[in-house]
């Protein structure tokens, strides 16, 4: 079971998540933003591998939320998705790279 609270959430580096279709924008310890090309149904679910992980682990993904981008001429949108089958160790290992990645990115812009 998630773990329900506030949760940081950081951009995404080429890797971290693999999707055949879909390119990973941000990262939480609960879900993803992804781009896409053509809107999705919000509650459909699909399967992303997070290779950000030790191991990578394969999640199942509920679209939470689908928008077009606000970009004139983009015809990109973006769905924010939620883990369904999560386990509390890998939410944990997921929280703890996200805090370190925010971490990093505090250091840079405060030296």
């Avoid at 329900?4 to 933003?33: M, N, W």
């Avoid at 290992?93 to 250091?107: F, G, S, T, W, Y």
Wanted: a negative charge.
């Amino acid at each position: 079971m998630i773990e329900k609270r506030r949760y940081q959430r950081t951009s995404a580096i080429d890797g971290d998540v693999t999707h055949p279709h879909f390119t990973c924008e941000d990262i939480s310890e609960t879900g993803l933003k992804f781009r896409v090309t053509e809107p999705q149904t919000v509650g459909s679910t699909f399967k992303a591998s997070l290779t950000v992980l030790d191991e990578p682990v394969d999640v199942t993904c509920k679209i939470m939320w689908c928008r077009k981008s606000s970009v004139l001429y983009d015809e990109t949108y973006f769905i924010g998705v939620e883990f369904v089958d999560f386990s509390v160790l890998t939410q944990l290992k997921l929280r703890d790279i996200v805090n370190a990645r925010i971490d990093i990115e505090e250091q840079k812009q405060n030296p």
